[in-house]
């Protein structure tokens, strides 16, 4: 069956530093996959999106990378800042389903 | 400004009750969705839907049921069948295409008297 692997262990950095959450899945290949945030209490706000096509995508202080032979995508803060101490939801959408999977996410604290 | 609401924001249940959860957008979206998050878990998709007057079944559809007789409106009815409804609901909606880019209203909190 499809599985979606994401860190449950929290990722502690230090404000400034770059945090790296890691989502890797199995047993599908997904024509796309979505970075979301979310925080407690509240919706999913989307961040990203990366097709099958492509390596990389930028946003501001967002990068994720998509790399279809590893069955991983990375996603990367630079510059982290307390503000986005947060879960972060990865959502893989496999070729045959109009709908993205969500894996359980990754907590990221930022100490100042 | 154009968004998600979802009402209420705390819900009770009792024994052998349905109750509706209320979803509303006006982002002129035509997909909307309604997800079950339970603590420490992923989204499970319970329905969706991609126009008015069609729906479909996710992957936890039983239990629950849906209507989709307006664009802006997609309500959720947790029924008696559902025998462990506590968990936090989610509807989201999409413009591009089904799937991409889901934007969330805030969740409804379902717990059991």
């Known amino acids: 069956s499809q599985k979606i692997e994401q860190n449950s262990e929290a990722l502690n950095i230090q404000e400034g530093k770059t945090a790296t959450l890691t989502c890797n899945y199995t047993?599908?290949?997904?024509?796309?996959l979505q970075w979301y945030r979310q925080d407690p209490g509240r919706g999913p706000v989307f961040l990203l999106l990366?097709?099958?096509?492509?390596k990389e995508k930028r946003k501001e202080r967002l990068k994720v990378t998509f790399d279809t032979t590893l069955k991983q995508s990375l996603f990367h803060i630079t510059a982290s800042q307390p503000a986005d101490s947060a879960t972060y939801l990865c959502?893989?959408?496999?070729?045959?389903?109009?709908?993205?999977?969500f894996g359980r996410g990754t907590s990221l604290i930022v100490h100042p | 400004d154009g968004g998600i609401t979802q009402s209420p924001k705390y819900l009770f249940r009792k024994e052998g009750q349905n109750v509706t959860l209320s979803c509303e957008q006006n982002?002129?979206?035509?997909?909307m969705y309604w997800y079950r998050q339970d603590p420490g878990q992923g989204l499970r998709l319970i329905y969706y839907?991609?126009?008015?007057?069609?729906?479909q079944k996710g992957d936890i559809a039983e239990g629950y049921s849906v209507s989709r007789e307006k664009k802006e409106s997609f309500p959720l009815t947790v029924t008696s069948a559902q025998k462990n409804p506590t968990a936090f609901y989610l509807c989201?909606?999409?413009?591009?295409?089904?799937?991409?880019?889901?934007?969330f209203g805030s969740g409804t909190q379902l717990s059991v008297l």
């Open positions: 989201a909606s999409s413009v591009d295409r089904v799937g991409e880019k889901l934007f």
């Open positions: 047993n599908y290949s997904p024509a796309y």
């Open positions: 990366i097709r099958e096509n492509e």
């Open positions: 959502a893989p959408k496999g070729r045959g389903s109009y709908i993205p999977t």
């Open positions: 982002l002129n979206h035509d997909a």
């Open positions: 839907s991609q126009i008015v007057n069609d729906f």
